[in-house]
C-alpha cells in the first residue's frame, strides 16, 4: 500500500522553519532584550548623574578640626593668608607674631613708630589685610600684612611674611587716647572713623586720605580732611565702623542709634539715622563682603541685617531692614566674614555659627573648647581660625560649596542687596568680584509657562479648526494636497523660524502692532459673517459649488479683509493710540510709545507676540497632524449613520466626531504643549532671553530650556551656578510628568466615556 499523500499535496518540508532563521530569531530576541534593559539602565543612569550633581545644592556646611596653632600671646587682632597656612596674631605691641599652621618656625616682626605711645585701640580690615592703630598720644596709623611665596628651584615652597607700615596721621578733634579705630580703603581715597576718649566728653571724627601722585613711585598718601561729627551725633559712639570700599562710616551710639555718615570728594555728610533692636545698643556691626550690608548683633544674641538700597529710582541709597536671622544666645559676640561671598562667621560665648546673608539661612553651627576672642575666614573662605585669650587657636575647614542655594534661593523671594523688597530674580553674574548671585528658577518656570501660552493660544485654535475643516468638510483631492503641506511645515529647522522671528517679524511688528491687531479681529469676523451668509442662501445655489468648496468663496474675503485691516491699522492707532511728550506736550500717535505711558509696562522689540506667532507657527503641525488623524479615524458607519438619520454635516462634526476623537485630540494638544514647553532656539532668538516675570505682551521672557542652552557652555563644572542649570532641567522634566501624567490620565476617561459611542 503506498503511504505517500494525495499527488496534488504540499510537501510538509515547505512548512519547517530553517535552523538559520531560528537562530536569527532567537538572536534577535536577546538583542531586544537587552536593549531593552539597556535603555531602562541608560535613563536610570541619566537619573543617577542628574542627581549627583542637584542633590549637594541643598546640603548644609559641613565643619572639621583641621590642626591647632599657639602663639602665646593675647589676640587683639587675628589675621591669616589667602591659603590659610601662615595666621598671624597682634597683641597691640610693637611687635606682630606668624605661627604657621603645619608646624615650623615661629616668626616675629617687630613694629617701628610707637616710640613712647601705646596701642589704645585695634581693628582688622581682612580685605587688604591692615591692622589700623590708635595710639594713647592721638595718632592712628595702619599696617599692611603681605605674605610672598618663594618658589626658588632647588628648595621647599615657602610662605614668607612682611609688613608695610602706613603714615600716622595725628587727629586734632577730642582729647585723650584712640580708644576706637576704623579704616576703609577704596586705593585712591580713604576715610579713618576715630573715637578720642570715653563718656560723655568722648568725640568722634572721620578723617580723609588722599594719594599725592609723583611722576617717580608709588605717590604719597596724606591727609585731606579731618571732620569732626560729635555734634551730628546727640549721643556717645559706641561703635564705628569704615566700610572696605572707604565711602561709608557707621556709627553706633548709647540710644541704640546708628548714624551713617557718606565720605567722598565733597567732603562728610550725615546722610542717615537708623534704630536696630528697638532702641537696644548693638554689641557688634560690621561690613559685610562687598560693603553694602551689614549684620548687627545685639543683647541676648539677637542679630539683623541692614543693606542699602533705594525705594524708588528717584530716592537716595539708604540702609533698611533686609534679614533677621536667628539669636546666637548670650556670650561676648565674634564675628568675621568671608572675603569671597556673602558667607559670615559669628558666634556668642563657645557656640559658633556659620551663615548666609543672601539665602539668609544658618549653614553650620557647633561649639568650642574655650570662649574665642577673635575669629577669621582665610581669603580663599575654606578654612577659619578661632583664638582664645590667651593665644590658643584651633583652625576648622570648611566644606561648603554652595551656601547661596536652598530652597528658598530656588523657589521662594529672597531679599537681595540693592532691592527694595523680596523678589524672585535670576542673575546668575555679574561684572565684580563682589556680585551677589541671583539664582530663583522661578521667572525662568514663569516664562516656560508664558512662552508656552502666547503660542497655544495662537497654534490651538488655527490647528483643530484646520484639522476639523479636512477631516470633515475638505474634498479628498484637495486635501491630499493640504495634509502633507502642513506636516511638511514641521520640518522646518527651529533655529530658522528663530532668525525669521527676530530679525524679520520682530521689525514688522514693532511698527504696524494695531494693524495685526485689527487683523486679528478682522478675519475671524470676515469668516463668520461670509459663513453666516453662505447658509441663508438657497440650497440649490449652495448645491453649484459643491460640498466641501466653500474655502474657495470664503478665501477672496479672507484676502480683502487681512488687507482692510493692514491698512486700517494707522488710522486706528492716529485715533486711539497718542503718545504726550512729557516734556513739551506734543502728540505723537505711536503704539510704542503710548503702551509703556499708558499701562507702565515696557515695550521691547522682540517680545511674546513674537513669539506667540512663531512658536504658534511651529506647533501648528504637530497639532494638526494629530488630531485630523484622531478625527479620519473615526468609523465611517457612525458618520454616515447619523447623516442618514437627518443629521447636518455640522452635527455629525458636533456630536459624532469630536466625542469620539476626543482622546486623539486631546493627546494632539499634550504633544503641542511639550513642543512648545521644550522649544530653546526661538525662545532665545524671539524673546530676548530677559528673566522677567510679567504677563506683558510685548516684553520677552526666559525659559528653563533656554536658560540651560545659553548658559551651561559658560558655567564652571561643579559650581553653583552649574548645578543650578541642572536643577532647572529637573523642574523643567517635572512640569511635563506632571501635565503628561495629567492628560493621559484625563485622556483614558475620555476614552472610556466615548467608547461606545
Given amino acids: 500500500m ?23 530569531d532567537r538572536l534577535m530576541g536577546v538583542g531586544i532584550r537587552f536593549g531593552g534593559i539597556g535603555v531602562i539602565l ?62 615650623g618656625e ?48 632647588g628648595s621647599n615652597e615657602e610662605l614668607i611674611p612682611k609688613l608695610v607700615e602706613e603714615p600716622w596721621f595725628p587727629v586734632t578733634t577730642g582729647e ?67 566700610s572696605a570700599n572707604g565711602e561709608m562710616v557707621l556709627i553706633a551710639k548709647s540710644n541704640g542709634e546708628v548714624a551713617y555718615f557718606l565720605a567722598d570728594s565733597d567732603g562728610v555728610s550725615k546722610r542717615q539715622t ?92 557647633g561649639e568650642a573648647d574655650f570662649v574665642p576672642a577673635a575669629v577669621v575666614i582665610d581669603g580663599k573662605g575654606r578654612h577659619f581660625l578661632a583664638a582664645s585669650a590667651e593665644g590658643e587657636a584651633k583652625r576648622f575647614a570648611i566644606d561648603d560649596h554652595h551656601p547661596e542655594a536652598g530652597w ?33 528658577l522661578m521667572p525662568l518656570i514663569f516664562g516656560s509657562l508664558k512662552g508656552t501660552l502666547y503660542a497655544m493660544m495662537f497654534s490651538v485654535p488655527i490647528a483643530l479648526l484646520a484639522a476639523l475643516f479636512s477631516a470633515a468638510f475638505l474634498p479628498p483631492d484637495v486635501k491630499r494636497v493640504l495634509k502633507p503641506t502642513m506636516e511638511i511645515m514641521s520640518s522646518l529647522p527651529s533655529v530658522v523660524l528663530g532668525f525669521l522671528a527676530g530679525l524679520w517679524l520682530a521689525p514688522i511688528l514693532e511698527s504696524r502692532v494695531p494693524s495685526v491687531l485689527m487683523m486679528i479681529l478682522a478675519l475671524p ?31 477672496p474675503f479672507l484676502v480683502v479683509a487681512g488687507m482692510i485691516g493692514w491698512a486700517l491699522g494707522p488710522v486706528i492707532e492716529s485715533w486711539f493710540f497718542i503718545y504726550q511728550d512729557p516734556a513739551t506736550g506734543k502728540q505723537i500717535a505711536d503704539f510704542k510709545m503710548w503702551w509703556p505711558q499708558a499701562t507702565g509696562s515696557s515695550f521691547e522689540q522682540r517680545n511674546s507676540m513674537v513669539l506667540g506667532f512663531m ?91 533656554a536658560n540651560i542652552a545659553v548658559e551651561l557652555p559658560e558655567a564652571p563644572v561643579g559650581s553653583t551656578h552649574y548645578r543650578t542649570l541642572f536643577l532647572g532641567a529637573v523642574v523643567l522634566f517635572a512640569m511635563t510628568f506632571v501635565m503628561n501624567t495629567i492628560a493621559e490620565l484625563l485622556r483614558q476617561r475620555l476614552r472610556e466615556k466615548n467608547k461606545l459611542v
Fill in 615 to 705: 512658536m504658534g507657527f511651529a506647533v501648528i503641525p504637530v497639532i494638526f497632524t494629530i488630531a485630523e488623524d484622531a478625527l479620519s479615524n473615526v468609523p465611517k458607519s457612525l458618520t454616515a449613520a447619523a447623516s442618514a438619520l437627518g443629521a447636518t454635516r455640522w452635527q455629525v462634526v458636533w456630536t459624532v466626531m469630536l466625542p469620539v476623537a476626543s482622546s486623539g485630540i486631546f493627546s494632539a494638544l499634550m504633544i503641542g504643549f511639550g513642543r512648545a514647553v521644550g522649544e530653546t532656539m526661538i525662545m532665545v532668538m524671539a524673546t530676548g532671553n530677559t528673566p522677567v516675570t510679567e504677563w506683558n505682551l510685548f516684553n520677552g521672557m526666559r525659559t528653563l530650556s
Fill in 274 to 365: 537708623f534704630m536696630p533692636f528697638d532702641g537696644a545698643v548693638p554689641v557688634q556691626l560690621d561690613f559685610l563682603f562687598g560693603g553694602v550690608s551689614i549684620i548687627l548683633t545685639g543683647p541676648g544674641g539677637a542679630q539683623e541685617q541692614w543693606s542699602l538700597f533705594r525705594l524708588d529710582e528717584k530716592a537716595e541709597r539708604l540702609f533698611g531692614e533686609t534679614k533677621v536671622f536667628p539669636a546666637l544666645g548670650e556670650g561676648p559676640v565674634t564675628f568675621a566674614a568671608s572675603q569671597r561671598n556673602r558667607t559670615f562667621l559669628t558666634g556668642a560665648g563657645k557656640n559658633l555659627s556659620l551663615r548666609h546673608s543672601t539665602s539668609g539661612v544658618v549653614r553650620w553651627e
Fill in 42 to 103: 541608560a535613563v536610570f543612569g541619566i537619573f543617577f548623574f542628574i542627581g549627583r550633581e542637584v542633590l549637594p545644592l541643598f546640603g548644609s556646611a559641613e565643619v572639621e578640626r583641621a590642626g591647632d596653632v599657639s602663639a602665646e600671646t593675647r589676640p587683639a587682632v587675628l589675621g591669616i593668608d589667602e591659603w590659610g597656612e601662615l595666621p598671624f596674631f597682634y597683641d597691640g605691641t610693637d611687635r606682630v607674631v606668624f605661627v604657621p599652621v603645619a608646624g
Fill in 408 to 440: 528658598n534661593a530656588f523657589f521662594g523671594k529672597v531679599w537681595y542687596e540693592g532691592g527694595p523688597e523680596p523678589v524672585y530674580q535670576w542673575q546668575s553674574t555679574g561684572g565684580t568680584d563682589d556680585f551677589e548671585p541671583k539664582l530663583s
Fill in 525 to 555: 469676523t470676515t469668516a463668520l459673517v461670509v459663513g453666516y451668509g453662505w447658509a441663508r442662501l438657497p440650497i440649490a445655489l449652495r448645491n453649484r459649488l459643491g460640498g466641501g468648496r466653500e474655502w474657495m468663496l470664503v478665501v
Fill in 106 to 153: 615661629r616668626v616675629e616682626i617687630p613694629l617701628t613708630g610707637l616710640e613712647g605711645a601705646e596701642v589704645t585701640a585695634v581693628s582688622y580690615d581682612a580685605v587688604h589685610r591692615r591692622v589700623a592703630l590708635g595710639l594713647s598720644d592721638g595718632r592712628v596709623g595702619s599696617f599692611v600684612v603681605e605674605y610672598e611665596r618663594n618658589y626658588e628651584e
Fill in 2 to 24: 503506498n503511504s505517500a499523500g494525495p499527488p496534488n499535496s504540499p510537501d510538509p518540508k515547505r512548512f519547517q522553519v530553517s535552523k538559520a532563521t531560528l537562530w536569527f
Fill in 176 to 242: 585723650g587716647p584712640v580708644t576706637q579705630v576704623s579704616y576703609g580703603d577704596s586705593g585712591g581715597a580713604r576715610v579713618i572713623a576715630v573715637k578720642r576718649g570715653e563718656g560723655e566728653v568722648s568725640k568722634a571724627a572721620i578723617l580723609r586720605l588722599g594719594m599725592k601722585k609723583s611722576l617717580i613711585g608709588k605717590g604719597k598718601l596724606s591727609l585731606t580732611g579731618e571732620t569732626d561729627v560729635t555734634g551730628e551725633l546727640g549721643a556717645e559712639a559706641k561703635i564705628l565702623r569704615a
